[in-house]
């Protein structure tokens, strides 16, 4: 067993006499950057007068003032990041990677511990991403990878660290299946002791670098966790709180997996493993000081380098970015093209659909829910699955059966949190497919559609740079073609979850203020059928300065929001719980007319067929999904 001996500082800057048989050391760690290295305003700081958050330019500076101070003062520097990397961006996906693995180089990160969403664009390209790194990618869990290592073993002023990599064993859940085919991911803490065996002579502390993450309220996670083990219920280890509680020879473990960041460490009160975790999208950088004692090879103690704690803020005003660096990225920015096309007519050209026929059949009949599908009609659902799947595969089994007897030709799903899980029931509905949301940070949105009546064109999730006002969740933006006989229709689809709660409404209507931009720059092309659909978390009831609507309801020209003749209507609340009415669909001019001639909107009350409010609220969501009927033909 290690000696670890920590005495806990969480509230003072130490200050101590460091010698020839002590240093400091400098422990820096970053986690879900999710491909945010641009400078950006700090909003969540001051909505109206951000400061601006320096970016990779600005972490650039830290760090290098830091190792000059560290190398003159006898001390050091040690830099590791805990994965989620470049989705969440257009900068990190675009390609796939390459430059947050340029700009990590540049750092001089130490190691990397891949996280779930490095596995979005498959295998072989976080292989690739691993060969042009010049620092380890550590995950000795994970199996099927090329270019992993088990761990890495540094000198620091002649202490010995041993640094085991460790990735949640439960990528399953957050990801396509397509995207980690051939992978396997071995027990956490089997092969940590395997490792710890293999390394342990040759170290004198050993650190974890792991994809598993702090939970968000971790005080409380952590007496629920010890009540479940003190009455013998096993637990497998989800967390990094969780395996702390275990490793007595660890002292310290350095995690992400969770955009939600801690001032001060966690110290497990069983095994004294010092846990750290650091806020995501590059706000800042995490940073504790360690007080190293060379004779006895351990931790003294640690410090914290500011009175705020250990998150460092990264401000321009505070720190000044590296104007080469700085440049750079913004070049990178700036040569960015919009992966949504303007003009599709090679592919419309391309695709024929003659069979409009569509025999969508449930295979069973748990939940008998009506068909609300027309042939002759598009029809549009907008539905909150609240945080899906909420009873694992039992939510996924009568989601899946649900749909099918619904009939209807788009779904828009809001909360999803297993996106594996997800892929797995729309496997079991093969007359539908489907478009995730590949920016956002937490809560995915996805669009259904029927195969062979509708293709997709493109795909888009604007304000990705800059998703603040959306809450981390851009609006996902789908251009279909539909396809029947000689019908050939051009359909803009917008999803959208928007901010509740808190400071929501002045986040909805700064939202609301891009979004209206965006979509008449879309009018001004001549694409004017569009269908907003989403969870906008307000009420059109709401008036003036209440509610986030006013730059569509103000330009009825142009949209027009269907779900107005139904939000008075208390049997049709999509909210019941409150009750209100949430959830809306919004139409562009190109369908206005057909609408108010022969369209049908109305809430699609589930509950009624399946034995109650009770049983579907506990099963599904406590939104209900809102339908809308267009004549196309």
Not at 460 to 474: I, K, N, V
Not at 583 to 603: A, L, N, P, Q
Request: proline letters at 4%; a negative charge.
């Amino acid at each position: 067993m290690m000696n670890k001996v920590i005495s806990i500082l969480s509230s003072i800057i130490f200050v101590g006499i460091i010698n020839g048989d002590s240093f400091r050391l400098h422990l820096l760690f970053t986690n879900n950057i999710h491909g945010a290295i641009h400078e950006v305003p700090a909003r969540f700081i001051n909505p109206e007068f951000s400061p601006i958050l320096a970016g990779g330019a600005g972490a650039y500076t830290y760090v290098n003032k830091l190792r000059d101070e560290a190398k003159a003062g006898g001390d050091a520097v040690f830099l590791t990041d805990a994965g989620n990397l470049f989705q969440g961006t257009q900068l990190g996906t675009q390609d796939g990677g390459s430059k947050m693995i340029q700009w990590m180089n540049w750092m001089s990160y130490d190691a990397f511990v891949p996280g779930v969403r490095d596995f979005d664009q498959g295998v072989l390209n976080l292989s690739r991403l691993s060969e042009k790194a010049e620092f380890p990618f550590l995950a000795a869990n994970l199996k099927g990878v090329n270019g992993i290592k088990d761990n890495k073993i540094i000198d620091i002023n002649g202490i010995r660290i041993g640094v085991i990599g460790l990735i949640t064993p439960f990528i399953n859940e957050g990801l396509l299946p397509e995207n980690y085919e051939g992978v396997v991911v071995e027990d956490l803490l089997e092969t940590l002791n395997e490792q710890i065996a293999k390394i342990r002579k040759n170290v004198d502390m050993i650190f974890v670098l792991s994809h598993l993450g702090l939970p968000y309220n971790r005080e409380d996670e952590y007496k629920k966790f010890i009540n479940k083990i003190n009455k013998g219920i096993s637990v497998p280890i989800r967390n990094a709180l969780e395996l702390a509680h275990y490793t007595d020879d660890v002292d310290v473990i350095i995690t992400g997996g969770f955009n939600k960041g801690y001032n001060t460490p966690w110290v497990d009160p069983n095994s004294h493993t010092i846990v750290v975790q650091n806020y995501g999208n590059l706000t800042g950088i995490g940073h504790l000081i360690l007080n190293i004692d060379k004779r006895q090879k351990i931790i003294k103690d640690y410090s914290l380098p500011t009175k705020r704690g250990m998150m460092v803020n990264l401000f321009t005003d505070d720190i000044w970015p590296n104007p080469a660096i700085s440049d750079t990225i913004q070049n990178w920015v700036s040569s960015i093209h919009p992966s949504l096309k303007s003009d599709y007519s090679t592919q419309i050209s391309q695709i024929d659909n003659k069979d409009c026929s569509f025999n969508v059949v449930s295979k069973n009949n748990d939940y008998p829910v009506p068909s609300v599908g027309g042939d002759n009609t598009l029809d549009i659902i907008t539905w909150n699955m609240e945080r899906f799947p909420l009873k694992g595969d039992s939510t996924m089994k009568a989601v899946a059966e649900i749909i099918l007897d619904l009939d209807v030709d788009i779904i828009g799903v809001q909360e999803v949190i297993k996106i594996g899980d997800f892929a797995k029931m729309m496997s079991w509905i093969p007359e539908y497919d489907f478009v995730l949301s590949r920016q956002s940070s937490f809560l995915e949105q996805a669009i259904i559609f029927k195969k062979g009546l509708l293709t997709v064109l493109g795909q888009d999730e604007p304000f990705a740079f800059d998703d603040y006002f959306f809450a981390g969740r851009p609006p996902l933006v789908v251009d279909f073609l539909y396809s029947c006989g000689d019908i050939k229709q051009e359909i803009c689809v917008v999803n959208m979850h928007l901010k509740c709660c808190g400071d929501g409404l002045y986040r909805r209507q700064q939202s609301m203020k891009q979004l209206h931009g965006f979509l008449m720059s879309k009018v001004d092309q001549g694409k004017d059928k569009i269908i907003a659909i989403g969870d906008w978390n307000d009420e059109l009831q709401d008036s003036g300065i209440y509610q986030s609507f006013s730059p569509f309801l103000n330009d009825r020209e142009n949209f027009l929001f269907v779900t107005e003749e139904i939000v008075s209507d208390s049997a049709q609340q999509s909210y019941p719980t409150w009750p209100s009415f949430l959830d809306h669909i919004m139409i562009g001019s190109g369908f206005i007319d057909i609408f108010e001639e022969k369209g049908t909107v109305r809430s699609v009350n589930i509950d009624d067929w399946i034995g109650g409010w009770s049983i579907y609220e506990n099963l599904i969501s406590d939104h209900r999904p809102i339908l809308l009927s267009l004549p196309i033909n």
